[in-house]
């Protein structure tokens, strides 16, 4: 794993309500094949939170606003290099395939529809969260869509976040839509428009088919020309447009 480094920008008493923040426009810059794959180290801002800097102040905005609202927003996952992508692949893909005794590619299947392809991740960009209530009593995996709809613990955490997180700058990656295809609905995933769809622009505009293939990890061999294709169409850009 690279090493990372933190900085810690938030304190308990920081939690006070705070007028909705003007979102700043980010100005453009190149991002490397390696920092778009998550392959280099980054500087991340905030102990627990893990994100670019402009993301990271704009999230402790929307905690402060959350947190006047009744809720205590955590974040469950946030910044993942590709190192720690390829450890969940891999440990998904062996127990599909030793463990469950399923086929190759039927594993891979299972595994799209929540994981990424290492290198492929929005979480690699120190932009895109997983975040739930933290006020809640829940069993179990926390990330599961039913707990975010009518009736379940973070049924109106969700509809908070319907109403206020875009105001700074969050929108839903995964939605329900019946027309996006891809990864399944994630309630609980958003992402920091202002970077994230600049580095999405830069990442489609390189050799994305060709990056995948030169990857080696488990599973990997049994990537066809024709999934990789409809990976990078349904996957990587079956996204909320708001986000392209």
């Not at 308990?12 to 094949?33: D, H, T, V």
């Amino acid at each position: 794993m690279l090493r990372r480094s933190f900085i810690k920008k938030t304190t308990a008493g920081s939690l006070a309500l705070a007028s909705f923040p003007l979102i700043p426009i980010s100005q453009e810059k190149e991002y490397s094949i390696v920092e778009l794959m998550g392959k280099t180290d980054i500087k991340l801002y905030g102990e627990g939170i893990n994100l670019r800097e402009e993301a990271h102040n704009a999230f402790v905005e929307m905690k402060r606003a959350a947190y006047s609202a009744g809720f205590d927003m955590k974040i469950v996952s946030s910044f993942r290099d590709y190192y720690r992508q390829e450890a969940i692949w891999e440990r998904k893909y062996i127990r599909y395939t030793e463990e469950d005794g399923m086929k190759p590619i039927d594993a891979i299947d299972k595994i799209i529809e929540y994981s990424t392809i290492p290198g492929t991740s929005r979480h690699h960009w120190g932009t895109d969260i997983d975040i739930i209530d933290g006020y809640p009593k829940s069993s179990g995996d926390v990330l599961v869509p039913e707990k975010f709809e009518e009736g379940g613990p973070f049924a109106p955490f969700k509809k908070w976040l319907d109403a206020n997180s875009e105001k700074f700058g969050f929108h839903l990656v995964y939605t329900d839509s019946v027309i996006r295809r891809g990864f399944k609905y994630e309630p609980w995933h958003y992402s920091y428009a202002p970077i994230s769809k600049p580095m999405l622009t830069q990442f489609r505009s390189k050799n994305i088919f060709r990056l995948i293939q030169n990857e080696t990890f488990e599973g990997s061999e049994h990537f066809t020309t024709g999934f990789l294709k409809n990976y990078i169409q349904d996957n990587i850009l079956g996204v909320n447009p708001d986000l392209l």
